[in-house]
């Protein structure tokens, strides 16, 4: 089992910066990808960035250039560095983790990016 705890939303302006963080907890050992998601209001989830155990990253098209996922393996947790936030990126996001054969997700934290 994986524990997955979120922190670091809020309420900020547009062109505000957030950073999110996730720790994980339990069987961490077996983690190799984690990543973050969000949801926005009357939306589906999406995936917003993922960082392999190697530090590889991939991020979607809208976040690229103003989003960062890195990972602190020592600290057991991945961070997504916010930046030129819009009030588009509004949503609850998810940190999510890849321990094979199943995926782990946290409660969620939610950003709101205001005009």
């Known amino acids: 089992q994986v524990h997955l705890v979120e922190s670091g939303g809020g309420l900020v302006q547009a062109g505000g910066s957030l950073r999110l963080s996730c720790v994980a907890s339990g069987s961490i050992s077996r983690i190799n990808a984690m990543g973050w998601y969000r949801r926005a209001p009357g939306k589906q989830r999406e995936l917003v960035a993922l960082i392999s155990s190697v530090g590889n990253t991939n991020y979607a098209d809208s976040v690229k250039g103003r989003f960062t996922i890195s990972r602190d393996n020592a600290k057991n947790t991945v961070y997504l560095q916010m930046s030129s936030l819009k009030p588009e990126d509004t949503g609850t996001y998810y940190c999510?983790?890849?321990?094979?054969?199943?995926?782990?997700w946290g409660q969620g934290t939610q950003v709101t990016v205001s005009s």
């Open positions: 999510a983790a890849t321990s094979l054969p199943r995926d782990y």
